[in-house]
């Protein structure tokens, strides 16, 4: 009985913990955001190539790819947009599948 009493407080305790870990750690990168929005130096900082400030990126947001990806309409792959092989409105990542979308049977041949 003085196990599970035990074991049970060490669970708060550790919940605890962890809360005031996430919170420290949430508070030190909003800092960290509202510093690089109040730095006059962020705009010296960039290259010519890039022009956006520090400020002007979305912190938080997943990159975006240079080219995005495209699902083939044959098996599912996933390729870039420049390499898909476009027919008949579909996108296909190789002319094979490409041939075998257009060749196969549609609608009463079908069956």
């Known amino acids: 009985m003085r196990n599970f009493i035990l074991l049970i407080a060490l669970f708060f305790v ?27 130096r962020a705009d010296s900082r960039t290259s010519g190539a890039n022009t956006r400030t520090r400020s002007d990126a979305n912190v938080g947001s997943a990159p975006q790819l240079l080219d995005p990806l495209i699902r083939c309409a044959q098996c599912g792959v996933h390729t870039p947009r420049s390499e898909s092989v476009v027919v008949a409105g ?21 069956r």
Do not use: I, M, V
Not at 24 to 37: F, K, L, P, T, V
Not at 91 to 109: E, I, L, V
């Open 14 to 40: 550790t919940q605890w913990l962890l809360k005031k870990l996430r919170r420290a750690n949430e508070r030190s990168q909003a800092e960290a955001r509202a510093d690089a929005r109040s730095d006059p």
């Open 90 to 110: 579909q996108r296909f990542c190789c002319a094979d599948h490409a041939r075998r979308y257009t060749a196969a049977p549609t609608g009463r041949d079908a």
